[in-house]
T-cell receptor, first 116, second 117 residues
Framework: AQKITQTQPGMFVQEKEAVTLDCTYDTSDPSYGLFWYKQPSSGEMIFLIYQGSYDQQNATEGRYSLNFQKARKSANLVISASQLGDSAMYFC?????????????FGTGTRLTVIP | NAGVMQNPRHLVRRRGQEARLRCSPMKGHSHVYWYRQLPEEGLKFMVY????????ESGMPKERFSAEFPKEGPSILRIQQVVRGDSAAYFC???????????????FGPGTRLTVL
């Protein structure tokens, strides 16, 4: 089974509008971390935001916020006030802590296009 | 720039040649990870190393691939006798600590795009 599922291959948003990118995860580990990365056309992977499984509040970093619904195992990324520079691939990733594994599991990504 | 450095950014090899990819972690980071990204896919974990030790190589192909992180110098991902299927982007990441907390966030380098002719 996929550990990270991103069901939206592509999304469009009007400039200055907000957009939500979906991510669901599958783990039996009670302790884990969730990460979002941005990959612009230049190819680098840029860390955006982190959510821990025991964090009581949803994470926020500037225009990025994470809608964390633990019972639903979802960790959707919300980008507010979209800018043209937000056009990129966005990857959701998870790291399981209790298993001792150190790697990140990535989803297949969502390509976001911001329309002027 | 104290970020993760990778070189070369682009590498072209003919089938059967060797590819060497280098990664210098962020200053102060002693945990290094290698991932591979095939076109239109997410990143797949290959190997996790600390200085002079391979901690987890569960994602590494059993043959032709090897990785090291010596006491001095960058981490090296080595692919021997490359085949067309090895064409991909190879990313290195580093972290300060190893775990699932925010402090253990993996920061990525710009990647090396390997093309096998």
């Amino acid at each position: 089974a996929q550990k990270i599922t991103q069901t939206q291959p592509g999304m469009f948003v009007q400039e200055k509008e907000a957009v939500t990118l979906d991510c669901t995860y599958d783990t039996s580990d009670p302790s884990y971390g969730l990460f979002w990365y941005k990959q612009p056309s230049s190819g680098e992977m840029i860390f955006l935001i982190y959510q821990g499984s025991y964090d009581q509040q949803n994470a926020t970093e500037g225009r990025y916020s994470l809608n964390f619904q633990k019972a639903r195992k979802s960790a959707n990324l919300v980008i507010s006030a979209s800018q043209l520079g937000d056009s990129a691939m966005y990857f959701c990733a998870m790291r399981e802590l209790s298993t001792g594994a150190n790697n990140l599991f990535f989803g297949t990504g969502t390509r976001l296009t911001v329309i002027p | 720039n104290a970020g993760v450095m990778q070189n070369p950014r682009h590498l072209v090899r003919r089938r059967g040649q060797e590819a060497r990819l280098r990664c210098s972690p962020m200053k102060g980071h002693s945990h290094v990870y290698w991932y591979r990204q095939l076109p239109e896919e997410g990143l797949k974990f290959m190997v996790y190393l600390q200085k002079e030790n391979i901690i987890d190589e569960s994602g590494m192909p059993k043959e032709r691939f090897s990785a090291e992180f010596p006491k001095e110098g960058p981490s090296i991902l080595r692919i021997q006798q490359v085949v067309r299927g090895d064409s991909a982007a190879y990313f290195c990441a580093s972290s300060l600590l190893s775990g699932g907390s925010k402090r253990d966030t993996q920061y990525f380098g710009p990647g090396t795009r390997l093309t096998v002719l």
